[in-house]
């Protein structure tokens, strides 16, 4: 049975030669938004009111240090219960104010709305000298995550169980590589972050450059589908090696090598995270 990816067939839709990044780049301007909604990204009995607004923030501010860019201003839209009382909604401006502060980034504006849950779309506009795009991928280049995979999955996985007491990690606050990206962005060939999971992801950049993966041993399912990691996913000529491999050092950010670029098809193992 074949399975239609929406949110592929949608984004095809449009037209825009700009779309296809994590981030569209106008001019000197890098532009991104995402969305997270109550009972979609997160359930309110998982979070408190700052975690939710910071973590809408984090996870919209990695666009920007995937495209290797200095995020400056961000516009948020904000839908939230009239229930709310002005203690909670100082709350939630608590985490947006935290995110925003510690990646140096003013809130210039947006919209605020009743709604009958929480949802919240932030826009940030960001800029770089040099975007690290999802194209550039040559046969031959090594592949490689930041971090380490899997936990995201395992909190989802409890909380989605019952769990209670979980331990307030990546699904909670992931940990955005800025300063490893801004050193090493010169001797990357193409980079993205990983949201939808590593295969997902990896399939994204197998259809941007027509390439495929030869791996260097199995990665368990569970690791490469686990998605919201917010590691970085990126490529790198076998001659910058030892270069990227210092700078990783430098900035404290383990990196795994996996994989080589291979002119072969690549498939996903995973199921589409949106629709």
């Known amino acids: 049975m074949y399975f239609l990816n929406k949110e592929d067939f949608f984004i095809s839709c449009f037209r825009s030669k700009k779309i296809g990044d994590d981030a569209a780049i106008v001019d000197d301007w890098i532009i991104s938004k995402d969305a997270f909604f109550e009972n979609v990204h997160f359930k309110r009995e998982w979070f408190s ?138 001797s990357l060939r193409c980079g993205m972050d990983i949201s939808d999971g590593l295969f997902a992801d990896l399939k994204k950049l197998s259809l941007v450059n027509r390439l495929g993966f030869e791996f260097y041993k199995p990665i368990d399912k569970a690791v490469g589908c686990s998605g919201e990691e917010y590691e970085m996913l990126i490529a790198f000529s076998p001659r910058e090696r030892k270069k990227v491999q210092r700078i990783a050092k430098a900035t404290r950010c383990a990196l795994q090598i996996f994989a080589i670029a291979k002119r072969q098809n690549y498939k996903s193992k995973c199921k589409a995270h949106h629709f």
């Open 49 to 186: 009111l700052e975690e939710i607004a910071y973590k809408a923030m984090l996870v919209n501010i990695s666009d920007a240090v995937a495209m290797n860019a200095d995020p400056l201003y961000a516009l948020l839209a904000v839908a939230v219960p009239s229930t709310l009382r002005p203690a909670e909604l100082k709350e939630l401006f608590g985490g947006f104010d935290r995110a925003a502060r510690e990646f140096g980034i003013e809130i210039i504006g947006g919209d605020t709305i009743s709604n009958i849950k929480i949802d919240i779309t932030v826009t940030v506009l960001a800029k770089s000298k040099r975007p690290l795009k999802r194209s550039g991928l040559k046969e031959g280049d090594l592949v490689a995550y930041t971090g380490e995979l899997g936990s995201s999955k395992k909190t989802l996985n409890a909380l989605l169980r019952g769990v209670k007491s979980v331990r307030r990690g990546r699904f909670y606050a992931p940990k955005l590589r800025q300063r490893f990206i801004s050193k090493a962005g010169s």
